[in-house]
């Protein structure tokens, strides 16, 4: 999973508790994706990276924070997790610098909101 | 609004078949056109990608071809292998934003 880790890889939790999701890439690349995975739905940007305390929102970025203190780590936040955010979340990073910008994927983290 | 369709939803291929994946795509400004392979439990693992200046790439067993007027691409996969079978999912859109198609599953039977 081209050096990419994700913690924990399963997590059940209660709604309206906070959790945070944690990916930690070993590549030192600049780009780093949060994605959700949902059946009938394919891939879904969360937020994403561009670097150290630079991120931006995805597509579904509605209840969720990252943050990025260093290269490497890439935290998700759910504030208050709702049952609608019963998902398996993926990691991803990209170079960018090859100019392709080739995205690789992480194991994922199933998150499960009762 | 969906900036990527794929379709079929499902496909069954014998050993040895061709398997074709069909997407478009809204947006004529996205650049990059990447098609993933996922293992149940496992990550989605680049498999091929494709730069619209081109109308046709190929990698051993895998290939895209690509119509930009159309604002299509297809994944083929030749000789088919029961390994193969996954859940398949293009995506389009830019290095450093991708929309992704809601994927196809392929069964390749024996």
């Known amino acids: 999973d081209a050096g990419i880790t994700q913690s924990p890889r399963h997590k059940v939790t209660e709604t309206g508790t906070p959790v945070t999701l944690r990916c930690h890439q070993t590549?030192?690349?600049?780009?780093m994706y949060w994605y959700r995975q949902d059946p009938g739905h394919g891939l879904r940007l969360i937020h994403y990276s561009y670097g150290v305390k630079d991120t931006d929102k995805g597509e579904v970025s509605d209840g969720y924070s990252v943050s990025r203190s260093k290269t490497e780590d890439f935290l998700l936040t759910l504030e208050s997790a709702t049952s609608s955010q019963t998902s398996v979340y993926f990691c991803?990073?990209?170079?960018?610098?090859?100019?392709?910008?080739?995205?690789?994927f992480g194991p994922g983290t199933r998150l499960t909101v009762t | 609004q969906q900036q990527v369709k794929q379709s079929p939803q499902s496909l069954i291929v014998q050993k040895g078949g061709i398997s074709i994946i069909n997407c478009a795509y809204e947006?004529?400004?996205?650049?990059?056109f990447p098609w993933y392979q996922q293992f149940p439990g496992k990550g989605p693992a680049l498999l091929i990608a494709?730069?619209?200046?081109?109308s046709e790439k190929k990698e051993g067993r895998f290939t895209i071809s690509f119509n930009k007027s159309a604002k299509q691409f297809s994944l083929h996969i030749m000789d088919s292998q029961p390994g193969d079978s996954a859940t398949y999912f293009c995506a389009a859109g830019f290095p450093d934003g991708l929309n992704f198609g809601k994927g196809t599953s392929l069964l390749v039977t024996p």
């Open positions: 947006n004529t400004a996205f650049d990059y």
């Open positions: 494709i730069r619209p200046d081109v």
């Open positions: 590549e030192n690349h600049r780009y």
């Open positions: 991803a990073i990209s170079d960018q610098a090859t100019g392709l910008g080739e995205q690789y």
